[in-house]
Structure formats: C-alpha cells, structure tokens
C-alpha cells in the first residue's frame, strides 16, 4: 500500500490502472472508497479527467446514486454487483435506477456503457465479493471532525442526526470488510475545506 498526496493521487492512480491488466473484462475498475466527507468525489472527478487526458474512455458512477436511502449502505454491495459490475465484466452495458434522495425512491433509469476505465466513488464501492473484478483500490481518508464538517456543509445541518447514523454503518463496513488494508493507494485529505 502506498500513500500520495491529494494533489498527486489522480496522476498517481491513473498510471497504476494503465500499469496493469484489466479486471473487468477488458476495462479497468478503480474504486475510491473510504468514510463520507473524505473527498473521494473529488478525486474520483480527478482520476476520470486524468485518464482521459491520457485518451481512455472513462464512466464515473456514484455510490450515492445506488444506496436505498439512510439505511442502504450495507445492502448496497450486491446492487453494485449484479447491475453494474456483472455485466460490465462480460462487455455488456450496465443499468441501474437512480436513488432520488430528496423524493426517497427510485428514480430514472441510468445506463453505463462499456468503457475503458470504470470509476465507482463512494462508501462500500469495494467490496470482498467483487474484489477480483477491481484493479485499483484507492482509499481515502480524513479526520473525523473534517469529514462531518464536509458533510453537514454539503448536505445540510438539519442531516446531522442521519450523517452520524452513516459514520457509524460504514466504520462498520470498512472494519468488516477491511477495506484500508486492501487499499493500492491511500490519501489524506485533512484540509477542512
């Protein structure tokens, strides 16, 4: 596991993707994943501007489009798995129906064409069951503090009781599924901006 910098991490993913074989069918899987309010969003729009700078075709899915609301992180891994991942890994399109957080329930359908690279953000995006399929697992991190600051920041204060749930189901999954040690990549990100 190495460890890069927040402004060097999508050069530095970015070549270790193209550095190896690809795991899912003929395209590469990055997965950037770690606590809420970590950063991951931006690195994941980073790593996918990256690539394409180096002429790869790139799609970006976000985990907060698959989860089933506040209460959907930990089922999350085998929406993932079957609509996206499966077919993807057998050069077929992928499809999946966007999670409205706002009206709670599902919402249109999106599909994810094959690509070279297929970036997935978000808590959970790695996980066991899946792991074969990924060829890089960056993981990134933040204080505590910084990360709920982030979040109530983006989402609201009003979020906050909900925000706490959430810190607590994904330091649940991360340990279950030890996702840190997995990590290719880590980066910190403690600028509370």
């Not at 929406?79 to 057998?90: R, V």
């Not at 129906?97 to 690279?117: C, K, L, N, Q």
């Amino acid at each position: 596991m190495a460890s890069a910098e927040p402004t060097d991490a999508s050069r530095r993913t970015a070549d270790l993707v193209l550095d190896r074989s690809p795991t899912l069918g003929a395209a590469g899987l990055v997965c950037v994943d770690g606590p809420s309010g970590s950063g991951k969003t931006t690195l994941a729009a980073g790593v996918a501007r990256e690539l394409e700078s180096r002429g790869c075709t790139v799609a970006v899915v976000h985990m907060d489009d698959l989860y089933d609301g506040w209460g959907g992180l930990l089922g999350s891994g085998p929406l993932l798995h079957e609509q996206l991942l499966a077919p993807l890994s057998e050069g077929r399109s992928g499809r999946y129906r966007r999670y409205d957080w706002h009206r709670e329930e599902r919402a249109e359908s999106r599909a994810v064409p094959v690509t070279d690279v297929l970036v997935v953000e978000g808590v959970g995006s790695w996980r066991r069951e899946h792991a074969g399929l990924v060829t890089v697992l960056v993981w990134v991190e933040a204080p505590a503090t910084v990360r709920l600051e982030r979040a109530v920041r983006r989402d609201g204060s009003h979020l906050a009781p909900h925000l706490l749930r959430w810190q607590r189901d994904e330091d649940r999954l991360h340990a279950d599924e030890g996702t840190r040690d997995h990590a290719d990549l880590v980066v910190t990100n403690d600028d509370a901006r």
